[in-house]
């Protein structure tokens, strides 16, 4: 069975202390970054890709499923990929063929950006627990490394892979202080 990290809505400021928990504990996670919040952190960005995390679209500004015409919801999504490439460029990584990518609030039943997927021939990529680290105030760390623990011991009982969605950054910039330490205390329980 697999555990694996993905992160949504960064980069933001919580995100450089988050990849020096992930560094020391040798553990290589998943961005779904935000164009909006890129652009002005390609060098963030290009550190990820240097310490082996793999870089995620999460298009450009988290628009609400049906708020954007088809249209710009491609354009979105192709210019935050070149930002993406722009930062595998500065990291002197090669960027892959095929970027991850997430939708905003997931792809949900009866989601029209499903077309739009087809459109680009671009996979979903989901989740298995979805954290409230996002909620305001956030969950304590020590809550949120509990959710985590329970989820995968739910899991391993049915031995199913495990991926988690936590949030690294937001649309307004947000700090994320209890997820960066909720995945300390978890890295270091599996040590
Ligand atoms: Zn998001």
Request: net charge negative; aromatic share 4%.
């Amino acid at each position: 069975m697999s555990i694996r990290l993905s992160f949504d809505d960064g980069p933001g400021p919580s995100t450089p202390p988050l990849l020096d928990v992930l560094h020391a504990a040798s553990c290589e996670a998943t961005f779904f970054l935000l164009g909006q919040n890129l652009a002005g952190a390609l060098d963030v960005a290009a550190r990820m890709a240097r310490e082996g995390h793999r870089l995620g679209n999460h298009t450009h500004s988290h628009a609400r499923p049906g708020a954007l015409p088809d249209d710009v919801l491609i354009d979105e999504i192709e210019a935050t990929d070149a930002l993406i490439r722009e930062a595998y460029r500065r990291a002197g990584v090669p960027a892959p063929d095929a970027i991850p990518l997430r939708l905003p609030y997931g792809l949900m039943p009866q989601d029209n950006r499903a077309g739009v997927l087809a459109r680009l021939q671009r996979e979903h990529t989901g989740w298995t627990a979805i954290l409230d680290d996002w909620q305001r105030p956030a969950p304590s760390p020590q809550a949120l490394c509990d959710a985590m623990c329970a989820h995968v011991d739910a899991s391993a009982a049915q031995h199913r892979d495990v991926l988690f969605c936590m949030h690294d950054g937001s649309r307004h910039g947000e700090a994320r202080p209890n997820t960066v330490e909720a995945v300390r205390l978890f890295l270091n329980l599996r040590d």
